[in-house]
T-cell receptor, first 115, second 108 residues
Framework: DAGVIQSPRHEVTEMGQEVTLRCKPI?????LFWYRQTMMRGLELLIY????????DSGMPEDRFSAKMPNASFSTLKIQPSEPRDSAVYFC?????????????FGEGSWLTVV | KNEVEQSPQNLTAQEGEFITINCSYS?????LHWLQQHPGGGIVSLFM???GKKKHGRLIATINIQEKHSSLHITASHPRDSAVYIC??????????FGQGTRLTINP
């Protein structure tokens, strides 16, 4: 399996622009997570999907952030409008929660810089 | 106080030394992960523990549920072990709560 695939790997955008980050989870995994990592706050959960349904979005910082999972093999995280403080590494991760004891797999991350 | 505390925050050692990184948590958990992140790279789950001890190569992870404490040990450390090691706990909900990470540097 190719693992969790994220795109783009790096993006530099101007403040106010829309940013869309994409994620393809590992085939067969029914849980998908979006995390954000910054120097100040470390890793934080933004949103968690199970069977394509958002279960916990309490970590989404504000209305500028939205996430969708239209099917089991694709998810997007959108920031509109983007701000410099959104600069961070955004990780997508997936896990098979059909039974307990499964580990989580992370993508390589999307490095976002908003200038 | 953070729910997950790691120590030390930074650790520099010479090649060959025995390394220990500690993680304490304050919530009930169903599992604990040790993650490894190389500079500029992604995150890899090294271990997932709910009790006892696990070993993989030169890496050993232990957990004491009663004391809410876990340790990650590296034997015969090597410069390629240089990375950030992150402890993460999984509570009743499915999400992980992360420690701030321990930056390990192994000098040749």
């Amino acid at each position: 399996d190719a693992g969790v695939i994220q795109s783009p790997r790096h993006e530099v955008t101007e403040m106010g622009q829309e940013v869309t980050l994409r994620c393809k989870p590992i085939s067969g995994h029914n849980s998908l997570f979006w995390y954000r990592q910054t120097m100040m706050r470390g890793l934080e959960l933004l949103i968690y999907f199970n069977n394509n349904v958002p279960i916990d979005d309490s970590g989404m910082p504000e209305d500028r952030f939205s996430a969708k999972m239209p099917n089991a093999s694709f998810s997007t995280l959108k920031i509109q409008p983007s701000e410099p403080r959104d600069s961070a590494v955004y990780f997508c991760a997936s896990r098979d929660d059909s039974f307990s004891g499964n580990t989580i797999y992370f993508g390589e991350g999307s490095w976002l810089t908003v200038v | 106080k953070n729910e997950v505390e790691q120590s030390p925050q930074n650790l520099t050692a010479q090649e060959g030394e025995f390394i220990t990184i500690n993680c304490s948590y304050s919530v009930g958990i169903s599992a604990l992960h040790w993650l490894q992140q190389h500079p500029g790279g992604g995150i890899v789950s090294l271990f997932m523990l709910s009790s006892g001890k696990k070993k993989h190569g030169r890496l050993i992870a232990t957990i004491n549920i009663q004391e809410k404490h876990s340790s990650l040990h590296i034997t015969a450390s090597h410069p390629r072990d240089s990375a950030v090691y992150i402890c993460a706990v999984r509570g009743g909900a499915q999400k992980l709560v992360f420690g701030q990470g321990t930056r390990l540097t192994i000098n040749p």
